[in-house]
C-alpha cells in the first residue's frame, strides 16, 4: 500500500480537541506522522469538514439488516419480533451470507464505521448439521468485512441452550447455533482462530450468548478460550427485565452475577445492553472494568428500555456503541441517543459530552474489540480517516470551537463524504469503492426473505 498524505480542514486530535490544518501522512496501513497548523503540501488530499479517527462499531449481527423495516408492520415485543428474526436465520446459507453481510457491512463504511464486531453465532446448515467446513460461515463474514474495507472481530458464539435451567434444548432455527457442548464450541473455535491468527485485520474472539444460551458451569470453557487468544469476550446482558427474570428463578442470581462468579468479566470483556442491572451488577461490572455496548437505537425498536449508561461510566466501566440489529446504521445516532435517553429518563440534560461520546464510538470501542492501536489519530495508529461535512443541510452553521457537538448531536451517516480505513480509501465523495450499494442491499435482502 501506497505512502499518503492527506490535509485535514479540521481533525480531532487527542486529548479532544478539533484541530485546524493538520496534515496526517500515511504509510500502508498505519499512521507515520500527524503535523498540526501546516498548510496543505502539494499533493495532499484534502479532506473537508471534521476528521475523526475511524469508528468502531461493537455490536453487530449482520444478518438482522434483513430484517428492517419488515419488523414494524405490527406491534409486539422483542419475543415475537425475535421470531422474524429467527425466519431469517433459517434461510441464510454461506453465498448468501457472504453477500448480505457485504453489503451491510458496506453501508457502514458509508457511515464511517471502519471496524466491526461481529456476533456470530449462524455456525451450521439449517437444522443443525454441520458443513463440510464447519467454520464457513465464519468465513463468509470475514471475507465480507474485507470487501467492503473494514476490519473485523470475529466473536465466535457459545449457544447450547434455549432458556436459562435445565430442560430448554435448542429447537427450530436456534439449532443451527449449537455445537453441542462448550468444548464442541472451542474445538471449533479453537480452528477458526488457528487460520487467522497472523492477520493483523482480523481478530477472532469469543461470546457468551447469554445466560439463557449457556449453562453456568460451561461458561468457563469459553473464557478459558480467551485466554489462550488475544480477542475479547463478549456477552448478552440484562437485555430484557424477563431475562433476568428467568435467571433468577434458575440460578439465584442475575446475569452479571452469574458471568462474574463463573470468571467471565474483565477488562477484555464486554456485557452488551446491560439494560436491567442493579447496583450490584454496576459494582461487579465497573469494578472488573468489563466494557457496556449500549445500542440505543436497537433497545428502543425492541421497547427493551434504557441503560444507566453514565452511572456505569461513572463506576469506572468504559462505554462502547453498537448497531446491533441494524434498525439504524448511524454511530452518531448511537452516540446522541445515549446522552438523549438520559435526558428522557432523568428530565435534565447535559449527561455527557460530545468527547466523551466520540471516546466511546472511537477509541474504546476499537479497545473492546481488540485493537487498542486504533480509535486516535495519532502515529502509530491504524490508518482510519473518517471525514465528515460540516457544511449540510444538518451541520450548516458549526465552527470550530463546537465542531464535536455539531457532528455528535447534528450530523447523519450521511454526512461521512470520506474514509480512509487501514490505509486503503473505501469512500470518496460519500461512494463507495464496491459501487451502490443500495442496489448490492436490495439484492442480498432479497435472496434471504
Known amino acids: 500500500m501506497p505512502s499518503m498524505s492527506y490535509w485535514c480542514e479540521l481533525a480531532w486530535l487527542p486529548p479532544g480537541e478539533a484541530v485546524a490544518g493538520v496534515v496526517v501522512d500515511v504509510e500502508g496501513e498505519r499512521i507515520a506522522a500527524v503535523r498540526p497548523g501546516v498548510p496543505a503540501p502539494p499533493g495532499a488530499v484534502r479532506l473537508a469538514g471534521l476528521t475523526l479517527p475511524g469508528l468502531a462499531n461493537a455490536h453487530s449481527h449482520a444478518f438482522h439488516r434483513a430484517l428492517r423495516g419488515h419488523t414494524q408492520t405490527e406491534k409486539g415485543t422483542f419475543w415475537t419480533w425475535r421470531d422474524q428474526m429467527y425466519a431469517v436465520a433459517d434461510r441464510l446459507d454461506p453465498d448468501t451470507y457472504l453477500a448480505l453481510a457485504r453489503a451491510t ?5 458509508l457511515a464511517g464505521i471502519t471496524c466491526v464486531g461481529e456476533f456470530h453465532y449462524l455456525h451450521h446448515a439449517p437444522g443443525g448439521a454441520s458443513y463440510a467446513d464447519t467454520n464457513v460461515m465464519g468465513h463468509a463474514l470475514i471475507a465480507a468485512a474485507r470487501e467492503a474495507g473494514l476490519r473485523i472481530t ?7 441452550t434455549g432458556g436459562a435451567g435445565a430442560g430448554h ?3 427450530g432455527a436456534q439449532l443451527r447455533f449449537g455445537d453441542g457442548t462448550a468444548h464442541r464450541w472451542a474445538e471449533r473455535a479453537e480452528g477458526l482462530a488457528g487460520v487467522y491468527a497472523d492477520q493483523a485485520d482480523v ?4 461470546a457468551i450468548h447469554s445466560v439463557r444460551a449457556v449453562p453456568p458451569e460451561q461458561m468457563r470453557v469459553v473464557a478459558e478460550f480467551t485466554r489462550r487468544h488475544p480477542g475479547p469476550l463478549h456477552a448478552h446482558v440484562s437485555e430484557q427485565r424477563a431475562e433476568n427474570e428467568a435467571c433468577v428463578q434458575a440460578y439465584a442470581a442475575t446475569p452479571v452475577q452469574v458471568l462474574h462468579d463463573h470468571g467471565v468479566l474483565g477488562p477484555r470483556s ?3 445492553h446491560a439494560t436491567h442491572v442493579s447496583d450490584v451488577d454496576i459494582a461487579l461490572l465497573s469494578g472488573s472494568s468489563t466494557h457496556v455496548c449500549m445500542c ?3 433497545e428502543r425498536d425492541l421497547a427493551d428500555g434504557i441503560g444507566p449508561a453514565r452511572r456505569l461510566r461513572d463506576a469506572g466501566a468504559p462505554i462502547t456503541l453498537g448497531s446491533d440489529s441494524h434498525a439504524v446504521i448511524d454511530l452518531f445516532e448511537e452516540a446522541r441517543a445515549v446522552e438523549l435517553d438520559e435526558r428522557l429518563g432523568t428530565e435534565e440534560r ?3 459530552s460530545a468527547a466523551e461520546l466520540l471516546d466511546a464510538a472511537t477509541a474504546a470501542g476499537h479497545a473492546s474489540l481488540g485493537f487498542p492501536d486504533a480509535g486516535q489519530l495519532v502515529a502509530g495508529a491504524w490508518a482510519d480517516l473518517v471525514s465528515v461535512r460540516l457544511d449540510s443541510v444538518r451541520t450548516a452553521g458549526a465552527v470550530r470551537a463546537s465542531a464535536a457537538e455539531s457532528v455528535v448531536f447534528a450530523a447523519s451517516a450521511a454526512d461521512v463524504h470520506s474514509v480512509v480505513s487501514g490505509g486503503r480509501r473505501v469512500v470518496e465523495d460519500g461512494r463507495h469503492a464496491l459501487g451502490d450499494v443500495g442496489s448490492l442491499l436490495v439484492e442480498a435482502i432479497a435472496s434471504v426473505r
Open 270 to 272: 464486554t456485557a452488551v
Open 105 to 109: 457491512y458496506a453501508e457502514m463504511a
Open 203 to 206: 481478530t477472532v474472539g469469543a
Open 296 to 298: 440505543p437505537t436497537t
Open 154 to 160: 470475529l466473536l465466535d458464539t457459545c449457544y447450547l
Open 169 to 171: 434444548l435448542l429447537s
Open 350 to 352: 447535559g449527561h455527557w
